[in-house]
């Protein structure tokens, strides 16, 4: 058990939808990690959050959005969706959000999109 | 942050030691060599990562070659939930660099095949 909590773990929704997928990072850490992976893509890096800011974005679309809160849990809201974005959606967590971190990562989301 | 090149297969029997090779002749001074994996549609595991020596821990030994272009995981005695794909990243020691696509970026890895 990582310690990073990600519900639900299973969605299925129609295209066109929204939903929101929801992350607890581990005790004490404040950097929180977004990330996609599907079938033919693998792990992509979607977008990191450090005590409630934003700090790097990787290949995250316009539809998509996320936000870190005070309690620092982290939502990644997923709109207009394609079937396309039928994938793993992971969370993943670190201390201080610095490059020579390890990261934790939770079980993941299975999004369904029909 | 450097390119790792992985096999994208190996096979190795139970109870032996797997060594997973990983070759990143890119790297630069102050990156890091980590190494993740990834158990059937499970979050990536952290396992073990290293700058210049060689590290050990209760999971695995990664051995760095000298000029650090290459380096190599050791599953000491295999067994069967081993079996994962076995990521190689190469990352910039720096505490935060600044901007950019910071997240860990994972290529396509090696797939571990234990067998019994």
């Known amino acids: 058990d990582s310690g990073v909590t990600q519900t639900p773990k299973h969605l299925i929704t129609a295209t066109g939808q929204r939903v929101t997928l929801r992350c607890s990072p581990r005790?004490?850490?404040?950097?929180v990690y977004w990330y996609q992976q599907s079938l033919d893509q693998g792990l992509q890096f979607l977008i990191q959050?450090?005590?409630?800011?934003?700090?790097a974005k990787g290949n995250i679309l316009e539809r998509f959005s996320a936000q870190q809160f005070p309690d620092l849990h982290s939502e990644l809201n997923l709109s207009s969706l394609e079937l396309g974005d039928s994938a793993l959606y992971f969370c993943?967590?670190?201390?201080?959000?610095?490059?020579?971190?390890?990261?934790?990562f939770g079980s993941g989301t299975q999004l369904s999109v029909l | 942050d450097a390119k790792t090149t992985q096999p994208p297969s190996m096979d190795c029997a139970e109870g032996r030691a797997a060594n997973l090779p990983c070759n990143h002749s890119?790297?630069?001074?102050?990156?890091?060599v980590y190494w993740y994996r990834q158990i059937h549609s499970q979050g990536p595991q952290y396992i073990i990562h290293?700058?210049?020596n060689n590290e050990t821990n209760e999971m695995a030994s990664l051995i760095i070659t000298e000029d650090r272009k290459s380096s190599t995981l050791i599953l000491p005695h295999a067994t069967l939930r081993d079996t994962a794909v076995y990521y190689c990243?190469?990352?910039?020691?720096?505490?935060?660099?600044?901007?950019?696509?910071?997240?860990?970026?994972f290529g396509k890895g090696t797939h571990l095949i234990i067998q019994p």
């Open positions: 959050y450090y005590n409630g800011e934003e700090r």
């Open positions: 993943a967590s670190s201390v201080a959000g610095g490059d020579n971190e390890k990261l934790f």
């Open positions: 890119t790297i630069s001074g102050n990156e890091y």
């Open positions: 290293g700058l210049k």
């Open positions: 005790s004490g850490d404040l950097s």
């Open positions: 990243i190469v990352r910039s020691g720096t505490m935060y660099s600044g901007g950019g696509a910071d997240g860990l970026t």
